[in-house]
């Protein structure tokens, strides 16, 4: 498990609790905030601490030890003004990890100007994931890099299945699909930059990268599907 950290959730909405929860199954020390009474009685016992309190009033965050925190994260989203005005102070205690949620363009661009360490759009990433998980069947997951380029995690298409890297036209990265393959997943094994005369086996995840449109033809479901019958 990675070190221990503090780090203060503020903004109960989806985002937040999701954010708050998740930190603290990965074992960290998590304080939750909400004005909300209700939403805070709605995370009893699934974070470290919840609070209700406005967190746009200073002295209600330094009472709460805030300012020796290393991360906070603030989740408030349609109320710009209260997400400005929080983050200002959260900066202003010189929290050295301040990452703060945008509903909008402006209101990322604004957050930026008071240098947060990063500005997250769920709305956006999750329709930009959307959008990839339904054009790119057979892709595991996505982690995209540019609008047309990423990371993926796909299942080898099952004519492979029982070739070597190079005999699929996976090896020496870009040579036939134009994609690199980072890593093979292998249950709980993970082979980092396989040798070119690597097996590929059933149930192998393939770590990949490369443009869309290469990921893809890779994974489409064409090829599913010839396969399939010819099994
Ligand atoms: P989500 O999309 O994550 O569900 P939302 O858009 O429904 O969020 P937001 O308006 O972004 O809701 O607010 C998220 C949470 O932030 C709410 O639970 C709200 O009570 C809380 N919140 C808003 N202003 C403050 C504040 N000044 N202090 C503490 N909590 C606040």
């Not at 998740?22 to 470290?48: E, R």
């Not at 746009?56 to 925190?69: K, M, P, S």
């Not at 408030?76 to 929290?95: D, F, P, Q, R, W």
């Amino acid at each position: 498990m990675a070190q221990q950290t503090q780090v203060a959730v503020i903004g109960l909405g989806r985002f937040g609790v999701t954010v708050a929860t998740t930190l603290y199954q990965m074992g960290h020390d998590v304080l939750a905030i909400d004005q909300n009474p209700s939403k805070v009685q709605d995370l009893a016992g699934q974070v470290t601490y919840a609070v209700a309190v406005d967190a746009t009033d200073e002295a209600n965050l330094r009472e709460l030890g805030i300012e020796n925190f290393e991360y906070a994260v603030v989740a408030i989203g349609a109320n710009t003004e209260a997400s400005i005005m929080v983050t200002v102070i959260l900066k202003s205690m010189n929290i050295p990890v301040v990452v703060a949620r945008a509903n909008t363009k402006l209101h990322g661009e604004t957050l930026d100007r008071l240098r947060v360490s990063s500005v997250v759009y769920p709305e956006s990433d999750m329709g930009s994931k959307l959008a990839h998980d339904l054009f790119l069947p057979g892709v595991e997951q996505y982690m995209e890099l540019t609008s047309t380029y990423g990371f993926s995690k796909i299942k080898p298409p099952l004519k492979y299945l029982n070739q070597t890297l190079k005999e699929s036209g996976f090896s020496n990265i870009r040579d036939r699909y134009g994609i690199a393959v980072i890593a093979i997943q292998r249950e709980n094994e993970i082979i980092l930059s396989p040798d070119e005369n690597e097996n590929l086996v059933e149930d192998d995840i393939l770590v990949i990268a490369g443009p869309d449109d290469q990921i893809s033809k890779v994974v489409g479901a064409n090829e599913f599907k010839v396969d399939e019958t010819t099994e």
